[in-house]
């Protein structure tokens, strides 16, 4: 039976969802600065196995959820649902407009920080309301709830694995921008989740 749903929370993941197309449109889209996780990976495995990214991506993505799903239960799935669904059409949305800051991309720096916080309040929202929008989130989820880690612990550990095995084939400079966003990003998911929130509050 599929888990009844508060409308607090989903409002508030659509939310974090629609901050994070938001921010992934008019500045990582154009920046050239990546996140870790399963974005990292798929990009990994196309440049040095030649597996297309629509793929690997499924795959990945399929897997986290499915996780996220054993460790979590049917309220993750169902939020994950309602985050994801309103990442999809948010982005679908702004791609409709012209990028708001074609600057940037000449900017990595400042697309770097500028492109953290909306990913990192972005998805801590959506966190917050007990979905992931994307994989990465899926398994960060999962990880912080096996291990008791902190969720930006969990972001920081598998993002970290991904951008190491990306130098082997990115420039430097962009591994130290993309490491920068997702460490940022990372602090401010946790942030996000636990403000204002009793340390044993549940969703």
């Given at each position: 039976m599929f888990p009844k749903l508060k409308a607090k929370n989903c409002m508030l993941a659509v939310?974090?969802?629609a901050i994070l197309a938001?921010?992934?449109y008019n500045i990582h889209a154009l920046s050239g600065v990546t996140e870790g996780g399963v974005l990292g990976m798929?990009?990994?495995l196309h440049h040095w196995f030649d597996i297309s990214p629509a793929v690997s991506s499924f795959i990945m993505n399929a897997a986290c959820y499915l996780l996220g799903w054993k460790m979590l239960g049917k309220?993750?799935?169902g939020y994950s649902l309602v985050a994801g669904s309103g990442f999809s059409v948010c982005y679908?949305?702004?791609?409709q407009f012209p990028p708001l800051w074609p600057q940037l991309a000449n900017m990595p720096l400042a697309a770097a920080i500028l492109g953290a916080l909306f990913v990192g309040i972005?998805?801590?929202l959506s966190v917050r309301a007990g979905g992931a929008p994307g994989g990465d989130d899926a398994l960060a989820m999962s990880i912080s709830h096996i291990l008791h880690w902190k969720i930006e612990t969990s972001y920081l550990i598998?993002?970290?694995v991904v951008l190491v095995l990306s130098a082997s084939y990115l420039p430097l400079?962009?591994?130290l921008y993309s490491l920068c966003t997702v460490m940022l990003s990372g602090q401010l998911i946790g942030l996000v989740q636990r403000v204002g929130r009793h340390p044993t509050e549940s969703n």
């Open positions: 939310l974090g969802s938001f921010g992934l798929t990009l990994l309220e993750f799935i679908a949305v702004f791609e972005g998805v801590g598998s993002d970290l400079p962009r591994l």
